[in-house]
């Protein structure tokens, strides 16, 4: 079965810390550029951070630049999203996808790139 599953979501207080863990099953990521996005009620789905396949660039949203910090495994066959200093914009649903083709910032600025998507974690900070 391919899919993509999400993990590490939960509550946290303002300036806390989530690490993301985004696990393939049924095909290989390293094969794949892979973005982390989010969506929170009533806004539009973002790209938070991507990587590519290949040399491991990234790519960060201005509003994660710093806090956030992208990995892969690909002996895991894992994608991870390390999230510091979280604030409560932050909350929101995090998903993980994947792309055969583009570069990390274009999969990141527009999510139809995408073509593997997992079912998101709930990421909520408080304040």
């Known amino acids: 079965q391919v899919q993509l599953v999400e993990s590490g979501g939960g509550l946290v207080q303002a300036g806390g810390s989530l690490r993301l863990s985004c696990a393939a099953s049924?095909?290989?990521?390293?094969?794949?550029?892979i973005g982390w996005f989010r969506q929170a009620p009533g806004k539009e789905r973002e790209g938070v951070s991507c990587i590519s396949r290949s040399d491991g660039s990234t790519y960060y949203a201005d509003s994660v630049k710093g806090r956030f910090t992208i990995s892969r495994d690909n002996a895991k066959n894992s994608v991870y999203l390390q999230m510091n200093r979280l604030k409560p914009e932050d909350s929101a649903v995090y998903y993980c996808?994947?792309?055969?083709?583009?570069?990390?910032?274009?999969?990141?600025?527009?999510?139809?790139?995408?073509?593997?998507w997992g079912q998101g974690t709930l990421v909520t900070v408080s304040s």
């Open positions: 049924g095909f290989a990521l390293d094969y794949y550029y």
């Open positions: 996808a994947a792309a055969w083709m583009g570069t990390a910032q274009a999969i990141c600025v527009d999510y139809r790139r995408l073509e593997r």
